[in-house]
């Protein structure tokens, strides 16, 4: 009998990834850039050379500007721009330095080191629904909205899509949308869709509110700061994108869910739906008490301390973690449930998400190796050239593909940002464009890769609901390619007019 091939798994794609990244290092020229960061204490810059010597200078505007880097030296002095930035003109040649076998074998171990913050939010994330779970609140909950959503079903997928992408396109809503998969998933599976429609709803949300941003920090505030100007300059385009970006994804999510609803032979998920029904279908009808009551609404004012802490008073993951950590405890208490079914509960449930802390923290040992390997700054180097003097409706396109192919090798909106910027605004000025259309061209083309690269969130989203990357491409591809054709409408707008 001959045996089916299938589709490798998320830890196999992004070990080929892994190599292929690493054989870059042997073919692609090392070199970079000087770096240039600012000391709050000492009210200084230091200038770190590519041969990694260093020298003090003094924090002043006249500095950046002898320096050609086009910002306000109020940016650095109030912590807007914390991260080492690019000096244009600076590239230097060094010596290769190749990632060869040992240094592949030790790079995923360092990113999970390097992840360990988002890997233990998501542990931790396992362990409050394992609790919650075990309550019986989770099954009660789903037959309660399925009664209220009965024959509107749809409903659901607006709904949620709306409130991320309005999370995405104001504060980068993005690795927090992890924790929304288990919730969400037994929802959309009782109203008659499949994985992919609850993956598409969540990650397409995030997804198409980032890559429109309009005052989010890590991606279009801090990439303006860079290139020296306001980011509200430009925002009425992205607003315009953020819009028919949105209503063309529901659209496109909203038809596939309902395609499938009617026929769910037609699921591109559809010979995989046993597993998944297994892992996330509710077992048994619940009666919505008050105490589960209480348990939900604990659960949900828990994601609404999240984004307000993360929006509003600086929280990164350790504050997270805390909260939902907490929030399990209070959980278990109303629950009733026990001390040691609650500790068996929570820890069954961690380990549940184990395999996607390390997709998360393996996608990471990709950039490791880039980095260690001396080629992103080459890359970069390469396409600014690439860019350089040619027509502004065409440089604005490839601008837009330029920070899409960097997007796969640097996944960091903000890392991109500081990397890329300082040295790509100021070609705009060689080409008689405005500086906040290569913000615009950043955004969309970062944007644009998200939708599938692994070295972003996607693997770690599609671990969550055991669905494979082939058919999350299968699934996607026909609305990047809508996405990428507003994009670059949009690009062309802001240049024209």
Not at 53 to 60: A, V
Request: one cysteine or more; glycine letters at 10%; aromatic letters at 10%.
């Amino acid at each position: 009998m001959k045996k089916k091939i299938t589709f490798p798994t998320a830890y196999t794609i992004l070990f080929i990834v892994l190599i292929l990244g690493a054989a870059l290092t042997y073919f692609v020229n090392a070199g970079s850039y000087a770096k240039l960061t600012y000391d709050l204490e000492t009210d200084s810059f230091i200038e770190t050379f590519p041969d990694g010597t260093k020298q003090t200078l003094e924090g002043t505007q006249e500095t950046l500007n002898q320096l050609g880097i086009v910002n306000d030296i109020a940016k650095f002095k109030e912590g807007s721009i914390n991260k080492p930035i690019s000096i244009p003109g600076t590239y230097e040649r060094l010596d290769s330095n190749p990632q060869g076998v040992v240094d592949v074998l030790l790079a995923p171990i360092k990113g999970v080191y390097d992840s360990i913050g988002i890997i233990l939010f998501v542990l931790i994330i396992g362990g409050v629904i394992g609790v919650v779970n075990e309550s019986g609140s989770i099954n009660a909950g789903i037959a309660a909205l399925s009664r209220v959503t009965k024959g509107h079903e749809y409903l659901l997928i607006v709904f949620v899509t709306f409130l991320i992408t309005l999370g995405g396109t104001t504060f980068g809503l993005a690795e927090e949308t992890i924790a929304f998969y288990p919730i969400l998933m037994p929802v959309y599976l009782a109203a008659g869709y499949d994985a992919i429609v609850c993956i598409a709803a969540i990650y397409m949300g995030s997804a198409i509110g980032s890559m429109f941003s309009t005052t989010n920090p890590f991606s279009v505030v801090i990439g303006s700061n860079a290139a020296g100007i306001n980011f509200t300059q430009g925002i009425s385009y992205r607003v315009i994108g953020l819009i028919i970006g949105f209503l063309v994804t529901t659209w496109y999510i909203v038809r596939y869910a309902t395609r499938i609803k009617k026929s769910p032979d037609k699921s591109l998920v559809y010979e995989m739906r046993e597993d998944i029904n297994k892992n996330f279908s509710k077992q048994k009808e619940e009666e919505f008490t008050t105490r589960r009551v209480w348990i939900l609404s604990i659960f949900a004012l828990s994601f609404v301390v999240m984004i307000y802490g993360v929006s509003k008073l600086g929280w990164w993951f350790e504050e997270m973690t805390a909260l939902f950590l907490v929030s399990g405890i209070l959980i278990g208490i109303i629950a009733g449930i026990g001390e040691k079914v609650f500790v068996n509960t929570f820890v069954s449930g961690a380990a549940d998400l184990v395999g996607v802390g390390l997709v998360i923290g393996i996608a990471r040992s990709i950039n490791i190796i880039l980095e260690n390997g001396l080629v992103s700054d080459s890359i970069l180097y390469s396409l600014s050239n690439l860019v350089s003097g040619m027509s502004p409706n065409i440089f604005v396109i490839l601008m837009m593909v330029v920070f899409l192919i960097l997007g796969f090798f640097i996944s960091s909106s903000s890392g991109l940002a500081t990397l890329a910027i300082p040295i790509m605004a100021p070609l705009a000025d060689a080409v008689g464009v405005p500086k906040d259309v290569i913000i615009t061209a950043y955004i969309f083309g970062q944007g644009l890769m998200a939708f599938i690269t692994p070295t972003g969130l996607i693997l770690a989203s599609l671990e969550m609901v055991n669905v494979t990357y082939n058919k999350w491409l299968k699934f996607i591809m026909p609305l990047l390619g809508m996405i990428a054709v507003v994009a670059v409408a949009i690009l062309l707008l802001e240049v024209n007019l």
